[in-house]
Every structure is written in structure tokens, then in C-alpha cells.
């Protein structure tokens, strides 16, 4: 019939998010740890934000580092939490072209600021490391302060213009993610148009993050050398474990980024189950195991966390 529409002519304004495939019947359980996790990644950084904020001996570079690794954590935990808990509790998993590219932005831009933090405190560790004298008056609190807001508009002017791009496209064949949030990668493989800015420009904000990686290695890499000429292996080992909780950190933020970038990119078959929950660790684990990890290894956030604890039961 000549009435028919041309599908592919209709441009799409509503893309649909995907849960767990092939466990759908199962997703109000799911959403049960799923749920937990968020309360715990938030509780947690707001606890170490507390507990550093209410405490004067914790105002040194390292801590106040510490907090925008916290307050980072916090954003991506709520850049995802909407459609999380709508898929998982509700089983809603549509969300509106402009409410898509909102949530690209701000979990792009959270990830960059994690990114650009944890270089940052391997610097930090280094100089501790190094120059344990010189320390506080190179990093005085007026540079910290500085120093978080380049991160932030250098972290903002980096995955600005995603949103732009991805709105300057069409959609008109497929409207289905294969996130339970979205993604700049994710959403322009949708078009219909020419996306090879989106190609290009999205490749150099991995790019970018790659590049923080590899500074925190040349970091560790100065900070063994600095570590191997220290005398005593006492101190050898106890400068080291001052960077076992950064190590950490850096190690749960950047491997499931690395293994989802190389699945998006040069995986062309691989199970639709496997990339969810790939991408679901990317914002799930980090946030909830930072906390945890710096309360273990750290003594002075430690020994705080349950002093606090402590007075309220009392």
C-alpha cells in the first residue's frame, strides 16, 4: 500500500535502554544489589567527605584530593542512578533524545574529573615521596583549590561538545542502546547521518583519559626509583604503602574503561550481557569500593570513620 510510512524517514526522538538481557523476568531482584550498591557508594563518599570536612588534622593536600575523588564518585553515581532504578524497579526503559545526551554529558564529564584526580594524587604521591619537605609549601591550599578548577573546566570543556554532536545527528533506524545508561559511543553508532566527527572526537576524549593513565605510570615509575634509593627497607616499605590505596583506586576505575573502550571498538561480536555488565561495573564499583579501600588503608581516615561511629552510638 502506498499509505505505508518509510520507517527509516521518521526521525527518532525516544531510545530505549537495555537491563539485563535475557534476565528480564529477573530485574526487581537484581535491582535489589544493584540498589544496595548505590546506598553504599554514597553513604561511603559522604561519610569520607564528613569526616575529612569536620576534621582539622585531615586539611592536607592528600585529603582534600581525597574529596574530589569523593565528590566525583558522587556525580557518577547520580548521573546513572534515574535510569538504573526506572529499568531495574520499573521497568522503564525509554528516555527522550535530550534527557539521553544530558546524562552522556554528565557521566563523561564525572569520569574525566576521576581521571584527571587520580593524576593528580600521583602526583601528590610522588611529591610526598620526593620532596616530603618541600611538600606543604608546594601544594599550599590555595593551589589545591586551583588546581580543582582546572580539572573541572578542563574536564567540562572536554566532553561539552558530546551533547552538541550527538543532537546535530539523525536518528532514524534503530533506536535501541545497549546500556542501562548512555554513552557517548553508544548513542552515535544509532545515527543515520554522517557521524565521523563523533568518530573522531570521541576517540580523542579516550584518548585524553588514556593519557591520564599513562602520566600515573610514568608517576609510579618515578616514585619506585625515588622508593629504590631510599636506604632503609623499612621506610622503603612504608613509603609504598602510602600509594596502596591510590594504586587501588586507579586499578578499579581504569580497567573496566580500558576493557569497554576495546569491546566498543574492535570487538565486533561479543555477548549484549557481557557489555551491560561490563559498562554497570564502570559506574557501580568505583564509587562503592573507593570508600571502602581508603577507609582499610588509610589509618587516619580509619581511625576517624569509627571515632564517629563511635560518638553516635553513645
Known amino acids: 500500500m502506498m499509505s505505508i510510512i518509510n520507517t527509516s524517514d521518521v526521525e527518532i526522538t525516544t531510545f530505549f535502554l537495555v537491563g539485563m538481557p535475557g534476565l528480564e523476568y529477573a530485574h526487581i531482584w537484581i535491582s535489589i544489589p544493584i540498589c544496595s550498591m548505590y546506598i553504599f557508594a554514597i553513604l561511603g563518599n559522604c561519610t569520607i567527605l564528613l569526616v575529612i570536612k569536620t576534621e582539622p588534622s585531615l586539611h592536607e593536600p592528600m585529603y582534600y584530593f581525597l574529596s574530589m575523588l569523593a565528590m566525583s564518585d558522587m556525580g557518577l553515581s547520580f548521573s546513572s542512578l534515574p535510569t538504573m532504578w526506572r529499568i531495574f524497579l520499573f521497568n522503564a526503559p ?18 574525566a574529573v576521576e581521571s584527571s584526580v587520580l593524576l593528580i594524587m600521583s602526583f601528590d604521591r610522588f611529591l610526598a615521596i620526593h620532596s616530603p619537605l618541600r611538600y606543604r609549601s608546594i601544594l599550599t591550599p590555595i593551589r589545591v583549590v586551583k588546581i580543582g578548577i582546572v580539572i573541572s573546566l578542563k574536564s567540562v570543556l572536554l566532553v561539552l561538545p558530546f551533547p552538541f554532536t550527538l543532537r546535530s545527528l539523525k536518528y532514524c533506524n534503530k533506536s535501541q542502546l545497549s546500556h542501562s545508561y548512555c554513552l557517548h559511543q553508544d548513542v552515535m553508532k544509532l ?39 631510599i636506604a632503609s627497607r623499612k621506610e622503603q616499605l612504608k613509603a609504598l604503602n602510602t600509594c596502596v590505596s591510590h594504586i587501588c583506586a586507579v586499578i578499579i576505575f581504569y580497567l573496566p574503561i580500558i576493557n569497554l573502550s576495546i569491546v566498543h571498538r574492535f570487538v565486533r561480536h561479543v555477548s549484549p550481557l557481557f557489555n ?20 582499610v588503608k588509610t589509618r587516619q581516615i580509619r581511625v576517624r570513620v569509627v571515632a564517629k561511629l563511635c560518638q553516635k552510638q553513645m
Not at 94 to 111: L, P, V
Not at 218 to 223: G, N, P, R, W
Not at 277 to 295: E, F, Q
Request: overall charge negative; glycine content about 6%; aromatic content about 16%.
Open 191 to 229: 545515527a543515520c547521518s554522517d557521524n565521523r566527527i563523533d568518530v573522531i572526537y570521541g576517540f580523542f576524549g579516550v584518548l585524553w583519559v588514556m593519557v591520564d593513565f599513562m602520566l600515573i605510570a610514568v608517576s609510579y615509575f618515578l616514585i619506585l626509583k625515588t622508593v629504590l634509593g
Open 94 to 111: 525509554e528516555i527522550s533524545a535530550n534527557a539521553c545526551f544530558t546524562q552522556e554529558f554528565f557521566i563523561h564529564g564525572f569520569a
Open 276 to 295: 551491560v555488565l561490563m559498562a554497570n561495573v564502570l559506574l557501580l564499583v568505583p564509587p562503592m569500593m573507593n570508600p571502602i579501600v581508603y577507609c
